[in-house]
T-cell receptor, first 115, second 109 residues
Framework: DAGVTQSPTHLIKTRGQQVTLRCSPK?????VSWYQQALGQGPQFIFQ???????QRGNFPDRFSGHQFPNYSSELNVNALLLGDSALYLC??????????????FGEGSRLTVL | DAKTTQPTSMDCAEGRAANLPCNHS???????VYWYRQIHSQGPQYIIH???NNETNEMASLIITEDRKSSTLILPHATLRDTAVYYC??????????FGTGTRLTIIP
């Protein structure tokens, strides 16, 4: 049973460029969340997708956008990259249910370096 | 989500119990206490969570004080593979987790 898979694992971009990161959730999961982890910090919540819609959003600018596909996989897009966007981007999946108590399964992350 | 406070770092001898404290004095009555850990260069891993009662699973035990203002994660027999950053999180179960900087636990051979 494959866990959460993310691609690419590493990438380098320059300021002003755009990037797309991809995530496939754990088998049986229908909800995908994205987190940004700067060096030495804990992960910060970006947004969550369920039923192809953004359900919750953290304190991130509109340059950060996402998408969820019918097969539950998801993309994170970041436009107009800034040096401060350099971070590890983590995808987490779960199965949505009423009274969900939030056990998330994380991928290994995509490390983005902006030069 | 309620703010949590954890020590920056701790050491524990291999084979001993590792006890990681967490303060969450402003936690709401329906907020859960979650513990995750992150081994170097990996994504966070869920360990355990609880609301009021103590909880135990194959990885750890979670002891929550009666007033719910603090908790302790216990790894009963620490191994070198338990070296990681441990995050204590108070959350309503909505999966919008607020991670702090956690406790860096080092298991000493």
């Amino acid at each position: 049973d494959a866990g959460v898979t993310q691609s690419p694992t590493h990438l380098i971009k320059t300021r002003g460029q755009q990037v797309t990161l991809r995530c496939s959730p754990k088998s049986g999961h229908d909800t995908v969340s994205w987190y940004q982890q700067a060096l030495g910090q804990g992960p910060q919540f970006i947004f969550q997708y369920y039923e192809e819609e953004e359900r919750q959003r953290g304190n991130f600018p509109d340059r950060f956008s996402g998408h969820q596909f019918p097969n539950y996989s998801s993309e994170l897009n970041v436009n107009a990259l800034l040096l401060g966007d350099s971070a590890l981007y983590l995808c987490a999946s779960s199965f949505y249910r009423e009274g969900n108590t939030g056990e998330l399964f994380f991928g290994e992350g995509s490390r983005l370096t902006v030069l | 989500d309620a703010k949590t406070t954890q020590p920056t770092s701790m050491d524990c001898a291999e084979g001993r119990a590792a006890n990681l404290p967490c303060n969450h004095s402003t936690i709401s009555g329906n907020e859960y206490v979650y513990w995750y850990r992150q081994i170097h260069s990996q994504g966070p891993q869920y360990i355990i969570h609880g609301l009021k009662n103590n909880e135990t699973n194959e990885m750890a035990s979670l002891i929550i004080t009666e007033d719910r203002k603090s908790s302790t994660l216990i790894l009963p027999h620490a191994t070198l593979r338990d070296t990681a950053v441990y995050y204590c999180i108070a959350n309503f179960g909505n999966e919008k987790l607020t991670f702090g900087t956690g406790t860096r636990l080092t298991i000493i051979p």
